[in-house]
């Protein structure tokens, strides 16, 4: 008796749960070598995925049979095709020849036994064709201990009529059979899913026109075949900065997003050698965004929703450990691409679906959870030469993208709200706070600083520094000039707007064009609970109302402080409420 440490013929069955998500996923790995061959021969690859229908017995539906991979990539020699077969081989084993997308010797085989026992590959160059096969019912009976030497063979009639272009010169064609684990019954069902992630997987190489994929699927009649569903893939960008995509109109043919920032690039030295990544960022423009989350655009934006992660020009995931769960997180799109060099350090697993060394991480809190300081834990890392040092960095700018790219949303959000021109509550508060301040003044004279402004700066002058103020809040410079004339000529004297303040006070207050603009710092956990409501609301409830009158009287209060000291006191205190406040809530949470 032997005890092999891998016994083919036991292995083979567990080896078949590799843990690709479903089978579109999996025939991803299928292109990737279409591609990659196609690249290496300087050529544009027609990489076709064909599914064969089949009804199994009278009054069934008829579901997928077989599905092919064809291209016309190159095809590959006798011997190649025979390595091609077995697990971990490959012609890319030598890391000098892993700048592309294989690399493990595994998709191949791997991919094709996770959805079926059975693959059957076909392959030629200039008219000479080879065939192989593998077969886990006969490996697992141990009827095949080897992958089969390669013969001279033909392509079979049954595919050679589905070609679009006929049997190209020289190519591939790898037909999966005896499929029991498919994630798709129907072939219309499979495609959909395939084109939407193959638009995806392979955009750059599908925009740059290296690539071409089409999907179709036929179903068997007893007197030939039917055309059940035919398409080319259009790429499906989740950055929305490509045209001809695939994308609802009209953002398949004008991108939806724009480019935000630079790119940025991040050298990272490992294994004696400096890799470079890149990271891009795209937000929403505001046409796009106001077309709204639950409409044709917003559903596709949901579905790319995610920190898109490319490896050698392919993607290989969209991650979401960054903490993206709110829907608005779908109105920016950002890039990180790394080369194969750094395989290691965004810990690529063998089925390329996944970079499991990508996620948030925090060195603070890890070096918490062991016990020592940043500076030792960083020195630890450093010391063991560890791949996670240099994905801190990567996080870190990623978390600086993610916070400008969150603030310039909500901002555009605010500037919507403003240029909407609803009778928000916020609204109607500026004006019966703007009545009191008149009998006020009837009273006490005109003592604030926005009085003053008020007095000493003509109308055009005031108009001038509001309009700017609410260019800021993200409202288009027309519509903004069009609201501050209005508190000009209305003599309205306060203004209420919130944004993210780098201040603990839970509210501002700074005079501006003669109006008192008073801003609720979004940043301050009473924000979320209270004072966001009132930019939504438009009902002017008692309490809402006395408590916005409340907060009004102060920021009176600090306008009207009878010397510049006096203003910084009270500036003082309000940010220690404010500090005071967070504490408060924060304890009343627990
Ligand atoms: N369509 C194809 N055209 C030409 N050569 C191919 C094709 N498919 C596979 N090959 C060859 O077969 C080999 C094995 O393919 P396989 O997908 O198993 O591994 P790989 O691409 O080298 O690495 P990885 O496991 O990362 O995919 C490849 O290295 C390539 O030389
Ligand atoms: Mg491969």
Redesign the pocket.
Known sequence: MSFPIIPQNLSISAMRSSGYRDTAHALA??I???V???L?ANKSSLVEVICLEKTPAPGFRPHIDKIA?L?N????SAN??R???????????DPKKQTG???????????SISQGERVD?W?WQKGIVFYSYIDVQEISNNQLKEVPEPSASTVPSEWLGLFIDGMPES??L?VWSKLDRISWKQGTTLLRHLEFLSGRVYRRFINERHLRIRLSSFEITPTGHTSRYESFVRPNDPMYLMTGTSTPEPYDQVPAFAQFGSTQLISIGFNGASHEVTIKASIAKQEARLSGGGKVFGRHAKRNQGISVLRAGRELELNKTFELVDPRERWWGLEVEFPPGLDDVFGVT???QSATGFYRMIIADDAETEGVSAQEYKRLLVQEGDPRLPMYEVSEEIEKFLKELRSAVARMREGELISSKTETLSAKVEKSATASVKKRRERIGSTGRSDRQEEEQNEEVRAQSLTADIVDDGVEHKIAREIAIDYVKKHTKFRVRHADLPTAAMFDVVASGGVIVLTFNTRHPIHAKLFDEFRKTEQFNGFAKDLLAMIMAWARMEDEAASPQIKDQLQEVRELWGRTAKDFIEASEV
Not at 73 to 76: D, R, T
Not at 83 to 93: I, K, S, V
Not at 102 to 110: D, R, T
């Open positions: 790995e299928l990737d070598n279409s990659q061959a196609g290496e991979v291209d990539s190159g095809g590959m190649t095709l390595q091609a077969l077995q697990f971990g081989n490959g012609t890319r084993l997308i294989g690399k493990f010797g595994m998709g191949l085989p791997n991919s590959v392959t190519g591939t790898v063998n089925n390329k």
